[in-house]
């Protein structure tokens, strides 16, 4: 530390300071200038030793010493990182939420890992205690966050920017220069100039302080509301969602009621009078195939045509649900979300009366919609001695067959090209009265038993459309009509809260870019009369760390406020052309520990600009290649 | 003509572009391959020259952390001789260290091997942009339903990200080397491994979301990928600058390469400014997807392997971003969370479409 500091008055005119406590003054100094750039909580300095404060006051002291550790920007930290943490087991294991069979799949094959993973509720990571207990932890860290720093946005809004630090050398931008203009003027324009430039600027002392982009402050609050916002609508609609799945033959149709779904779900507070009263026909569904190049069999047509009826007894309306368009009642959404065919038989008894004839929808297996089903005769029908039985058929079906010959059961295209039905046949029981519930597109055998063709092997064929198997000994036929309707799958949700939720997203991104784009920086401009008469000129700029622009726009105001206040002829003609701001000017004011101007003591400090221009050699650009902005 | 023959020769046009993208894709590979060795040759006369011996002396120097301010030069042109002129010097604390001069260490040579550099660079990547374009046209959708496809376009965007703040006039040439290194293993890993003739897009990838969500989603990588390289940068020069001002002596191979980089100061903002600028629109791909996701499968969030991974990745880039505003996080910390951020990323695009079975794992491999 230079001595020169030591005889030196400081511009309120206080007695001298030793070096040790002006520097721990600057130091002071600056930090006012920083402080409240932003509403990060304060962090509480960690003591050196390593030991945490602990409180040691009764239950209020551990209260408020908990709250406020949950409340740093510490702990959100760790909350975050435990949340990323915590998300990932539930994307490597198979989750009960989505894929039941996996789940049990799982627990069949592994007998010691499984049950283990049950008790930590790896099956369903999502909704696990654990899971919870993260993102509720961090949402009240995030509401203990928002409240305080709101407060203390409004006390910023209210209060003025901090005056200028004594040194304005030791702020990160800086500038000076000497004009023939009177300070009272200088201050004048500064702060005219500032306003205009939508600087919230007011005079203090010999300085003028200003400050800009509060909006970063706003938008990163509006942010993290935005994300209690989403957060609240999204568990909203997972306590009152409901979905279900049903399946509709063309020509069926479908009322929305518990009873008619093939399967479905609902969150935890949901009621079966929260399902909104609609009905709806399905008249055709239409699904047309790429036929040649790269997409062959990329369904070019894929779509449901039809006729709903809002409440019991409302107007029928015509409607195409496609496979991103749903259809929409009120809350509700109907989305198509698969597609097949059901070949149209008839079975016959002894006697050759029918007892059946269904359009079987079959599930598809592959792209093609190779697809598999099973039909199934569970009253009316008598074998040739007359007695009750109960028939099953195994049902394959392609719409688009290989040709005989060629191969397995693969449909070779989506459409009903040359669509074969490949059946074998059963009797017995059925088990459907067994209490179990039992699929409709699979036969439960145990109590079946086959029949047989004249080599004694199970009895299959393969039908062309109007074709007929018979069942051996006159025991009835099966038959394929020349009639394959399509079916089409759809589910409908109700999922409240989500338009609130969308509303959510849409405020978080807006207030990400406020909170990102904007630099919240300060400016300080201080005119001062120098040793000489002249005003001296000092300008300052401050910004969070990553602020890239702030020595770019205090240059434009510079450059402004200079020709408001023009440069000065030099101080004498043998004054040293010590460029301000040239490396060398900077460090010897560095050096001597005071700034140009500030007041009459300040002599043994290189005489402040002559205003002239120096020339410049080549500039090095200082972290100007990071910029993306 | 008739029907059959006009599908014929539908087809045969498909095939053709198919080639000629394949072609295209080798020869842009070539091209990338000459660009990697004028980097290199630019590296080779860079760690030959005296101004970048001169740069290291110049930090080396000043181990007290007080070095010479910088001085910018502001409003260009003429008008500079007219204004006073801006003296920067680092925040408290922070060490006050110049950027290195580049690659070329200010060597004639070196610089010019550069300016060849970038220069093929830009031919090789309008090569692969004609080539992603041909894919395109051959497959008669958007390039980027496998994961070839999407190889073939995450580099390509990559290299334009690049190109494009070069064009901005940002001082980057020293991300030339990393880059066009890791868009070789890129496209070597597509053609390769990855590589898929042609095949369909399931229905529910019909959609214009299609373009919105996985363009913003590849876009997004491409600068994640740009302000990783700058994260890993970082790491090395801040070591090196640490120990020099401890008075270490870093080996000669380190000093002749990280005393030519930017100065870790500009390196850490670098990425911080790459990844806070993608964060928005990463948070927008997300949200996309999830609208899509409510349309074509009846659910807006359904914790699906993919959409997890993404939300993963979110919150580390969030967790990076508030590193940064937390005391003792700043710095190296902070830029390991932005690695792992970036692997999350990373995993998500190759590690969930081969290990983790979902409803996204239309996006095949090979
Ligand atoms: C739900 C989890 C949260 C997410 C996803 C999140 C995300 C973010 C993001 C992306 C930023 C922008 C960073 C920037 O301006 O550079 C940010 C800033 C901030 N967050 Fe959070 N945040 C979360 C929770 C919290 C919590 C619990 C707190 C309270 C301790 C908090 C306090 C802050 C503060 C003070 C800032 C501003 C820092 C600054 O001025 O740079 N956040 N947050």
């Given at each position: 530390m230079s001595n020169t500091s030591t005889d030196r008055t400081d511009r309120t005119g206080r007695a001298d300071a030793s070096a040790a406590s002006a520097t721990a003054e600057d130091r002071e100094d600056l930090t006012t200038a920083g402080s409240q750039l932003s509403t990060a909580p304060q962090e509480d300095a960690a003591p050196r030793d390593g030991a945490p404060n602990l409180p040691a006051l009764g239950v209020v002291g551990w209260a408020r010493w908990f709250w406020r550790q949950l409340t740093s920007m510490r702990v959100a930290l760790i909350l975050l990182f435990l949340l990323s943490l915590g998300a990932i087991p539930g994307s490597l294991i198979p989750q009960s939420g989505t894929d039941p069979t996996r789940v049990a799949d799982f627990l069949a094959r592994h007998t010691t890992l499984g049950p283990l993973y049950e008790k930590l509720g790896l099956f369903h990571v999502y909704s696990s205690v654990w899971f919870s207990a993260i993102y509720i932890l961090l949402f009240v860290s995030l509401i203990g966050c928002i409240v305080p720093r709101t407060w203390q946005f409004v006390g910023q809004l209210r209060g003025r920017p901090p005056g200028a630090p004594r040194r304005l050398t030791r702020l990160p931008a800086y500038t000076t220069w000497r004009t023939g203009a009177e300070p009272e003027a200088v201050r004048g324009a500064a702060l005219e100039l500032?306003?205009?430039?939508?600087?919230?600027?007011?005079?203090?002392?010999?300085?003028?302080?200003?400050?800009?982009?509060?909006?970063?402050?706003?938008?990163?609050?509006?942010?993290?509301?935005?994300?209690?916002?989403?957060?609240?609508?999204?568990?909203?609609?997972?306590?009152?969602?409901?979905?279900?799945?049903?399946?509709?033959?063309?020509?069926?149709?479908?009322?929305?009621?518990?009873?008619?779904?093939?399967?479905?779900?609902?969150?935890?507070?949901?009621?079966?009078?929260?399902?909104e009263p609609f009905s709806f026909v399905l008249k055709s569904f239409t699904g047309t195939y790429e036929r040649t190049g790269p997409n062959r069999g990329t369904p070019r047509t894929y779509q449901a045509e039809v006729a709903y009826r809002e409440g019991a007894h409302g107007a029928e309306r015509r409607r195409t649900v496609k496979v991103n368009e749903p259809l929409e009642i009120d809350g509700s959404k109907v989305y198509l979300v698969s597609h097949g065919y059901a070949p149209v038989v008839t079975v016959r008894d002894g006697r050759g009366e029918v007892v059946h004839r269904q359009a079987v929808p079959m599930l598809p297996l592959d792209a093609n919609v190779t697809s598999s089903g099973a039909i199934k005769v569970l009253d009316g029908y008598r074998d040739a001695k007359g007695v009750k039985e109960q028939l099953g058929f195994n049902a394959f079906f392609v719409p688009t067959f290989a040709g005989a010959g060629k191969g397995e059961m693969l449909s070779q295209f989506p459409a009903l090209d040359f669509p074969v039905l490949a059946l074998s046949a059963y009797h017995g029981d059925l088990g459907v009265d067994s209490g179990l519930p039992q699929s409709v597109y699979q036969l439960d055998k145990k109590n079946m038993k086959e029949f047989k063709d004249s080599e004694g092997k199970l009895l299959k064929k393969r039908l062309l459309p109007g074709e007929t198997m018979k069942l051996p000994n006159g025991a009835g036929s099966i038959t394929f009509e020349k009639d394959v309707k399509e079916w089409a799958g759809f589910q409908v949700t109700q999922q409240p809260g989500s338009g609130w939720a969308l509303a959510g997203a849409l405020g978080a991104i807006l207030g990400l870019a406020g909170s990102l784009f904007i630099q919240r920086r300060r400016v300080w401009v201080r005119a001062t009369t120098g040793p000489d008469g002249v005003t001296v000129v000092e300008m300052a700029g401050l910004g969070r760390s990553e602020s890239a622009k702030v020595p770019e726009e205090l240059g434009a105001l510079a450059g402004q406020l200079y020709d408001l206040a023009p440069g000065a002829p030099p101080a004498g003609a043998d004054a040293p052309p010590a460029g301000p701001g040239t490396a060398e000017a900077e460090a010897g004011a560095a050096e001597a520990e005071a700034a140009p101007g500030t007041g009459p003591e300040t002599d043994t400090v290189p005489e402040p600009d002559s205003g002239k221009p120096t020339p410049e050699p080549p500039a090095v650009p200082a972290a100007e290649g990071a910029e993306t902005k | 003509m008739t029907p059959a023959a006009a599908m014929e020769l539908a087809a045969a046009t498909n095939e053709n572009l198919a080639n000629l993208s394949n072609t295209l894709i080798y020869s842009a590979m070539a091209v990338y391959t000459l660009a990697f060795f004028a980097y290199i040759t630019e590296w080779l006369f860079g760690s030959r020259s005296k101004v970048g011996r001169t740069a290291a002396a110049l930090t080396a120097g000043e181990d007290t952390g007080r070095a010479p301010a910088v001085t910018v030069q502001k409003a260009g042109g003429t008008a500079v001789l007219e204004r006073p002129k801006v003296v920067t010097r680092a925040a408290a604390g922070a060490r006050d260290v110049p950027d290195g001069p580049g690659a070329h260490g200010g060597d004639v040579q070196g610089d010019l091997y550069g300016r060849i550099a970038v220069s093929l660079t830009v031919l090789a990547f309008l090569i692969e942009f004609a080539g992603v374009l041909a894919r395109a046209l051959s497959v008669q959708r958007a390039p980027w339903g496998n994961m070839y496809e999407f190889n073939l376009t995450f580099s390509t965007v990559a290299v334009g990200v690049y190109l494009g703040l070069l064009a901005l006039k940002k001082n980057i040439r020293w991300l030339g080397l990393p880059l066009v290194t890791s868009v070789l293993l890129d496209l070597g890993l597509a053609v390769t491994v990855l590589y898929t003739a042609s095949d369909q897009l399931v229905p529910a990838l019909h959609s214009y979301w299609l373009y919105i969500h996985v363009s913003t989603a590849i876009f997004c990588g491409a600068v994640f990928y740009v302000g990783a390289v700058g994260t890993i940068l970082y790491l090395f020069k801040d070591s090196y600058e640490s120990k020099l001002a401890a008075g270490g002596r870093p080996g000669r191979f380190a000093t002749s390469v990280l005393e030519r980089l930017p100065a870790s100061a500009s390196l850490d903002k670098f990425s911080y400014r790459v990844n806070a600028a993608v964060f928005p629109l990463w948070t927008f791909t997300i949200i996309a997807g999830a609208i899509w996701a409510g349309d074509a499968w009846g659910r807006y969030w359904g914790w699906d392997p993919k959409e997890t991974w993404s939300f993963i990745t979110w919150v580390a880039y969030a967790c990076y971003l508030h590193a940064r505003a937390t005391a003792g996080w700043k710095g190296r910390k902070a830029a390991y969370i932005a690695l792992i951020a970036f692997a999350c990323w990373l995993f998500n695009y190759y590690g969930v479409n081969i290990f983790v079975s979902g409803k996204h794992s239309y996006a095949d491999v090979g």
């Open positions: 500032l306003r205009s430039r939508r600087f919230r600027a007011h005079a203090a002392g010999d300085a003028v302080a200003a400050e800009k982009g509060y909006l970063r402050e706003v938008g990163n609050l509006a942010f993290h509301i935005a994300l209690i916002v989403m957060l609240i609508a999204f568990a909203w609609g997972q306590l009152f969602k409901s979905e279900g799945n049903k399946l509709v033959i063309e020509g069926d149709g479908f009322a929305n009621t518990l009873t008619q779904y093939d399967d479905f779900k609902s969150g935890n507070l949901f009621t079966t009078d929260d399902l | -």
